[in-house]
T-cell receptor
């Protein structure tokens, strides 16, 4: 079973739409959770960390559900510039390794 | 401005060649990582290092080795390149495990 699983999409949404991505993780010992954004032919960059209480950064909201072992990312009022691949990342504090999902592709359409 | 640099953006090598990929970070980070990224498979960890001269295998270390002689530099070595090592290689560094990974721009390696 994969450590981290994401729906690859693609998600094609109109400008202004709200879109949500989910990511499930298999190891209940996972301690740190992140969403990264990767533009085409570029390196991944941190979008936001995910905290147990949930957190918001402008139009982006991340939530963690430990009982069901998933994290989510909600994007409100989508912009053309949000078009990218969104990577879910998990870390077990028992080791130094980070586990990446395969990414969810988002295209925001004018 | 924090920075991770990689020695080449694009590299073309022949089967059997020895290949060196260099990564340098200027953030004084202890932890450094080498990943490869392939369509449909995402980022997979090859090796990581949590200190100078220390290294640990990731999920796919076969066919690779690494060197960390200085804190800022982490090298990935393909001892004898093969066509199935054609991929995008990404280096990253991190201050601590709860923090942000900073990635280099990547090296797209083609092995013919």
């Amino acid at each position: 079973r994969k450590e981290v699983e994401q729906d690859p999409g693609p998600f094609n949404v109109p400008e202004g739409a709200t879109v949500a991505f989910n990511c499930t993780y298999s190891n209940s010992a996972s301690q740190s959770f992140f969403w990264y954004r990767q533009d085409c032919r570029k390196e991944p960059k941190l979008l936001m960390s995910v905290y147990s209480s949930g957190n918001e950064d402008g139009r982006f909201t991340a939530q963690l559900n430990r009982a069901s072992q998933y994290i989510s990312l909600l994007i409100r009022d989508s912009k053309l510039s949000d078009s990218a691949t969104y990577l879910c990342v998990v870390n077990h504090l028992t080791g130094n390794q980070f586990y990446f999902g395969t990414g969810t592709s988002l295209t925001v359409i004018p | 401005d924090v920075k991770v640099t990689q020695s080449s953006r694009y590299l073309v090598k022949r089967t059997g060649e020895k290949v060196f990929l260099e990564c340098v970070q200027d953030m004084d980070h202890e932890n450094m990582f080498w990943y490869r990224q392939d369509p449909g498979l995402g980022l997979r960890l090859i090796y990581f290092s949590y200190d100078v001269k220390m290294k640990e295998k990731g999920d796919i270390p076969e066919g690779y080795s690494v060197s960390r002689e200085k804190k800022e530099r982490f090298s990935l070595i393909l001892e004898s390149a093969s066509t199935n090592q054609t991929s995008m290689y990404l280096c990253a560094s991190i201050l601590d495990r709860a923090g942000e990974q900073f990635f280099g721009p990547g090296t797209r390696l083609t092995v013919l």
